[in-house]
């Protein structure tokens, strides 16, 4: 029995759920089918215990689930063993931080909305220490710094990641000059990779307003499972319902519909550290 399931096993044990209430069966009818008990489904679908391939291949059949991709990628979330980086901070940093880590490393795309901050996958050693030095109450130094070292070794990402981000965020200075300065000059860097885009919505745009709120898109194997991220007060909530993430791929491509190119981005943005 698990103790503290991860978001991703989480996920998982909602899926198989989802699949059960969809086929019209009771989870005392679901027990049956594999000649368990029903607390044993029970167990699966809170994620306090895994499931085998055999077994969730053969509940996806009961289900009469068809999407062969969609199961696969539920077996692969099932007998995935891989211990990421993320678990040398396990019992030293909130779950959230880890789970969010556990995510990114899975996912196959990202999409970002930012409005009043940096992301996280694109700040400075300095800026970061500025945002974690603020909150209240004060993080204990080792904290602090432990934090600081769990998101640069996030931003060694490698899929496909559009950013979108706000004139403010440019422009709030979390800590001095210099650290905005240097801050800017990251994301012109990071811009050049191939795989990350960054685009500004400078406060001169008309059209912002209906798609003005922060959201990270994650891409999941397969549509179906991906999942939003968006932060609240501790620490970061995921959102994976099949309504609120079509909302939010809406609520992206209006936000992309009405930001600057990825050149006159760059231009605006060396605009900004000029004015430093």
Known sequence: MRREPTARQLRLATELRRLREAAGLTGRQAAALLGVS????????????????????RLASHYACTDEEFIDSLVSMATDRTRGWWEEYRGLLPTSFLDLAELEHHATFLHEVAILYVPGLLQT???????????????????????????????????????????????????????????????LNRSEADHISVRVIPFDLDGF?????????????????????????????????????????TRFRKVEDVALDAEQSRDFINGLAKEL
Do not use: C, N, W
Request: net charge positive; charged share 25%.
């Open 38 to 57: 029903p607390t044993h489904i029970t167990h699966i679908e809170s994620a306090l215990a895994g499931v085998s391939e055999q077994r969730l291949r």
């Open 125 to 187: 050693e300095d800026y970061a220490r500025a945002v974690f030095s603020s909150r209240v109450p004060q993080l204990a130094s080792e904290e602090l710094e432990l934090r600081v070292q769990h998101r640069m070794r996030r931003q060694r990402i490698t899929i496909p990641y559009d950013l979108v981000i706000h004139e403010a965020a440019l422009r709030i200075r979390v800590s001095d000059r210099a650290a905005s300065r240097a801050q800017l000059a990251k994301l």
């Open 209 to 249: 307003a209906s798609a003005a709120s922060a959201m990270t898109h994650v891409g999941g194997p397969v549509p179906g499972l991906d999942t939003v991220v968006r932060d609240v007060p501790h620490g970061s909530a995921f959102i994976d319902s099949v309504a609120q993430l079509g909302a939010f791929r």
